[in-house]
């Protein structure tokens, strides 16, 4: 393929999840010497740390800009883009962030990287508890935007075969190509030997959420309630949240009760401590409603430990079928999975090893670079 420049569309990207992808992509940007990358990226402390590693890479540029707001962001991907792609002789905007521009005249590649707005599962449980409000507010709106924009991009990036199934719930994707790469290194020797467990020793539950940890499709009440219940047993054991005090005490899904034994770590956004928190004789528990891949679970896999997830299709898709799972809502149920793995009738170095192997096989039956796709769209 000839020399191409692409526009890489990162607005928006902050969370440690997107950033842990945007890394990712970058290695395999810098390793493609026949592409010229332009990323517009909003401001925060991770960018502009990326940007300053990579300042002396010639096939990556940086133009960081200071507001992500709506209509600035509405502004700037439909009229600057414009002026950008002619300076830059752009023959692809990859809109890492999952927006669409309108009338660019040139082929768009849209990764989507949030199934918030797309799952009739999560719609069905916002007006189960009427939250009817809410739910126009955090989800209906900004669903009918993504809608159309989504007719504008024919080429769409996603990560595992569930989300199709959820955007076609939503959108028609006949005359649409569905592009299905990996976000995850599964080289064996990214992935950690299972840490040990001896259950007569304290045991830590591991609960991994970002700062939007009060919208209803992260479902920490699952979390707690089970945790409640398991304190009732007088178990010995202590809880890593990825949050601080300040913000759960004023959570209604929190129960006090917990707080003697929790410790409040708040938002970790750097690789080596998020790897600190896998340590022996830990259980991460994930109870979200949707995903579109959960890194927080597969980094937990890599990292060598137990993991339970809720029974939903991402979970099937992504970590595949052996990963031990629990009915979402049924606390009684995921206290009954925590059980049956602390009294010893798991082999928790299998069963790791297991999810490991699936884990592995799942994303190798992917695109494994982006750059695959790119020759695919161009």
Known sequence: MKKKNILVNAI?????????????????????????????????DSIIEIRDEYL????????????????????????????LIKIHNISLVYNFSGSVQLFLGIPQLTKI???LFFSKKLDSIYLKNRLLYTWVKQVLLKRQVLKLMLRFSNNLEIQSEHVKKCLSDFIDGSNKSFYIKSDIDVQKISFSQPKKYNFTNKIKFLYIVGPHFEYLHKNLSDFTKAMV????????????????????ISSRFWDQSLNEKTNFIGYVDNKNDINLLFDDNTILISTSIIETIGLHVVEG???GIVTITPDEAYS???????????ELFDCDLLLSAILKIISGETDCNYYIKVLQDDLMHNERLKYNSILEVFEEVI
């Open 12 to 44: 928006g990207i902050q969370d440690s999840g997107g950033i842990t992808i945007l890394k990712k992509v970058l290695t395999e940007f810098i390793a493609d010497k026949r592409g010229k990358y332009t990323l517009v990226c909003s401001s925060s």
């Open 113 to 115: 990287q949030n199934l």
């Open 56 to 83: 002396k890479q010639n096939n990556v540029d940086f133009l960081i800009i200071e507001s992500s707001s709506f209509f600035y962001r509405l502004y700037f991907e439909n009229i600057i883009f414009r002026k």
């Open 316 to 326: 099937q898709s992504v970590y595949g079928e052996n990963m031990i799972k629990y």
């Open 229 to 248: 219940s398991l304190n009732n047993l007088n178990i010995d054991f202590s809880i890593s949240i990825t949050l601080t005090k300040d913000q759960l």
């Open 301 to 303: 896999i890599k990292n």
